[in-house]
Nanobody, 116 residues
Framework: QVQLVESGGGLVQAGGSLRLSCAASGSIFSIEDMGWYRQAPGKQRELVAGITGVGSTNYADSVKGRFTISRNNAKNTVYLQMNNLKPEDTAVYYC??????????WGQGTQVTVSS
């Protein structure tokens, strides 16, 4: 089992920045891929950014050049640095990890609200 605790969400004006963190505990030795998803009201949950165990990253087109995903394996934490935020980035952001056995675990979500 893996437990995830997210932090760093909040209210910010358009053009501002936030940094999300997701700390993992439990069977952390089994974690391979980590990622951030988001879900806006009335919309499907979507991938924002992902990072593999060897550090390869991928991003949604809508956030490329503005968001950066990173991980600190010593702290079992994945981060999402979000710059130049836009109102359309408003959503609940979820952390997800995938283990070597392809089990998926989700965090509880953190609200990000961007005002215009």
């Amino acid at each position: 089992q893996v437990q995830l605790v997210e932090s760093g969400g909040g209210l910010v004006q358009a053009g501002g920045s936030l940094r999300l963190s997701c700390a993992a505990s439990g069977s952390i030795f089994s974690i391979e891929d980590m990622g951030w998803y988001r879900q806006a009201p009335g919309k499907q949950r979507e991938l924002v950014a992902g990072i593999t165990g060897v550090g390869s990253t991928n991003y949604a087109d809508s956030v490329k050049g503005r968001f950066t995903i990173s991980r600190n394996n010593a702290k079992n934490t994945v981060y999402l640095q979000m710059n130049n935020l836009k109102p359309e980035d408003t959503a609940v952001y979820y952390c997800k990890v995938v283990t070597r056995w392809r089990h998926e675990y989700w965090g509880q979500g953190t609200q990000v609200t961007v005002s215009s």
